[in-house]
């Protein structure tokens, strides 16, 4: 299975950025996706989560309104589109998958993460 993050990035408060995951060697329509951060020196967080169909969505309170995750399961591909962007959103950005029917947000129940991509808020 390989997870491959996209789309990070250096921008400015107040912009945006779309994130995508490019999902390989599982049937990705099988798999609940989610989101999750890291900043320097923090644990990892949850962002955001789609169950399987892309029916049911989750949004931690700090991203709620201004962060959205979809899927393509044609595609095999998460996305996250981020806008309205802080500083304090400054992190590595991970997809992840878990062979679930339902969403799930938390970390320790994920099969399966990506590298990470990098975004960068500046002030």
């Known amino acids: 299975v390989q997870l491959a993050e996209s789309g990070g990035g250096l921008v400015q408060a107040g912009g945006s950025l779309r994130l995508s995951c490019a999902a390989s060697?599982?049937?990705?329509?099988?798999?609940?996706m989610g989101w999750f951060r890291q900043a320097p020196g923090k644990e990892r967080e949850f962002v955001a989560a789609?169950?399987?169909?892309?029916?049911?969505?989750y949004y931690a309170f700090s991203v709620k309104g201004r962060f959205a995750i979809s899927r393509d399961n044609a595609k095999n591909t998460l996305y996250l589109q981020m806008n309205s962007l802080k500083p304090e959103d400054t992190a590595v950005y991970y997809c992840?998958?878990?062979?679930?029917?339902?969403?799930?947000?938390?970390?320790?129940?994920?099969?399966?993460w990506g590298q990470g991509t990098q975004v960068t808020v500046s002030s």
């Open positions: 789609i169950s399987w169909s892309g029916g049911n969505t």
């Open positions: 992840a998958a878990k062979r679930s029917l339902r969403v799930v947000v938390d970390t320790g129940e994920y099969d399966y």
């Open positions: 060697g599982l049937t990705f329509s099988s798999y609940a």
